[in-house]
Antibody, heavy 113, light 105 residues
Framework: EVQLVESGGGLVQPGRSMKLSCAAS????????MAWVRQAPTKGLEWVAT????????YYRDSVKGRFTISRDNAKSTLYLQMNSLRSEDTATYYC??????WGQGVMVTVSS | EIVLTQSPTTMTASPGEKVTITCRAS?????MHWYQQKPGASPKPWIY???KLASGVPDRFSGSGSGTSYSLTINNMEAEDAATYYC????????FGGGTKLELK
């Protein structure tokens, strides 16, 4: 059974940093590209970033370029999202996804003073 | 960026009714993916490559479309179908439609 389990969310002040993790199991993690998708409270889905199966290619939405970094450790079957210079508009539930198919339960990130 | 516009944004349907949700893209896309999301839950893949049903999706659902116009149809609405549905396209930057909230009348 495929499982994606996010961790690392919480309350953070504007301008500070936070790192999300996603532990994957039930499939060969190193064979798949992975992504982060977020959902602000009561809002729709918004793609954040994607990383290729081997980490050699990354893609970001414009609003997070230069602030967020997606990475992976295939030996640990873990996906990461390093978020710097956080803004109030980054407040959302962040989902780890195997694009198109599997989603984690999500982790809430609240950016507020 | 390809903008996806879903309509309607909200709707109600009675059991047994036919429901159609549309997703219009600002530029042509090769195919569309659809998700179902219920309150407090993660999105579930629902329809992929425009018209293929994900595992476990009832066959009263169907998907169609091409180019800039896509749709999700439910024949014979059931109570369990009440949810929010999102379309998604796969050209970078990946984008989602704003969602269609389907409620049971």
């Amino acid at each position: 059974e495929v499982q994606l389990v996010e961790s690392g969310g919480g309350l953070v002040q504007p301008g500070r940093s936070m790192k999300l993790s996603c532990a994957a199991s039930g499939f060969t993690f190193s064979n798949y590209g992975m992504a982060w998708v977020r959902q602000a409270p009561t809002k729709g889905l918004e793609w954040v970033a994607t990383i290729s199966y081997d980490g050699s290619s990354t893609y970001y939405r414009d609003s997070v370029k230069g602030r967020f970094t997606i990475s992976r450790d295939n030996a640990k079957s873990t996906l990461y999202l390093q978020m710097n210079s956080l803004r109030s508009e980054d407040t959302a539930t962040y989902y780890c996804t195997r694009p198109g198919w599997y989603w984690g339960q999500g982790v809430m990130v609240t950016v507020s003073s | 960026e390809i903008v996806l516009t879903q309509s309607p944004t909200t709707m109600t349907a009675s059991p047994g009714e036919k429901v159609t949700i549309t997703c219009r893209a600002s530029s042509s896309v090769s195919y569309m993916h659809w998700y179902q999301q219920k309150p407090g839950a993660s999105p579930k893949p629902w329809i992929y490559e425009t018209s293929k049903l994900a595992s476990g999706v009832p066959d009263r659902f169907s998907g169609s479309g091409s180019g800039t116009s896509y749709s999700l149809t439910i024949n014979n609405m059931e109570a369990e179908d009440a949810a929010t549905y999102y379309c998604q396209q796969w050209n970078y930057p990946w984008t989602f439609g704003g969602g269609t909230k389907l409620e049971l009348k």
